[in-house]
């Protein structure tokens, strides 16, 4: 075969490769995605935040040793009624028993000192007076007894202390309750300031919530509130704020704010999860707008929203639009401005969407 000819060939063959993976190559298709969205009215009732809580008494008395010991008595199971002089628990005080019988024997071996000694003063004094002593045997005399008299105080008081600190070894409700917590066992080895139990005393049962920085300025005292419990389906009740913290709890970040049941019933228990709904109508007016908060987006320019400009064909195209955000409510975010009534936003399928694209609307 001539050089030409093979030249030829190999040209032949490498355009009909060519055409061949051409051919083999999909045609890209245009994706139109889909879409929800949401039009614009006006806010028509007063926006409540909704914090969650834990139900509580109004007094609750934590219940603890003063010295250590051994646990050997513990007379207190969770949700016990107890009444004011039952004992709670007690701890081995046969140390302490000892300790005091040792002291007590002490303070009778120093009062019959004290009282010996008392004896000879007044029978050296009668003699001194006869001229039977001499003044420097009367006053050794009043000196023992001064002596003596002083070490039975010592001793006297030192009983005291330890009786007094026997009673710490024993621990008796001062009110009539229900325990809340009890959790410890026999035996168990305690320290002093450490808890044993927590008794709830009083008929006043209170929620209380963490609110943030941005709302606790907000929270006044006997601003009224609402309560509602998953465990009490269909029941609201009513509220009132009794105390705002003037500082944070620094695990949530938040600030302690107590509200006090109005109307409670039998079935509420303290732990119990509780909503608590609290208005802020003068952050958010009636005619202000609200957009959910996860329709709002921020980018270098601030924050915007994606409406639907929609289409005669049912289709739409997405708009950019930029907005200013104000307060926010368990609603969502208030638009100040950049937003019209009937305006349609779109709610859903957001993160893969950009200003101009065309979209299908979901019903």
Known sequence: MSFPATKILCLGIGITLLLGCTEKQPETENVIRPVRFQEVTHQTSNPDLT?????????????????????VSLNVTLGKRIKKGDLIAALDDSDAKLKYD??????????TQKDTAQSNLTRTKGLYENNTVPLSEYESAKEKYSNAN????????????????????????????????SDLSINENIQPGQVISVIQSGNTLVVEVGIPEQYVSRTKINQSATINFSSIPNKVFKGNVTEVAYTANTDTSTYPVTVEIINPVNTMRPGMPANVALNFSSGIKLDSVLIPTHSVSKDSSGDFVLLLMVSNDGFGIVRKQPVTVGDISNKGYEITSGLNIGDKVITAGISSLVDGMKVRLLK
């Open 51 to 71: 914090f969650t809580g834990i139900v509580k008494a109004d007094i609750e008395t934590d219940f603890s040793f003063k010295v250590t010991g051994t646990l």
């Open 150 to 181: 002083a070490s039975f105080e010592t001793e006297k008081r030192a009983v005291d202390l330890i009786k007094r600190e026997l009673g710490y070894y024993k621990l008796y409700s001062p009110v009539d309750g229900v325990v809340l917590l």
């Open 102 to 111: 040792k002291q007590l024997l002490a303070l009778q071996k120093s009062e």
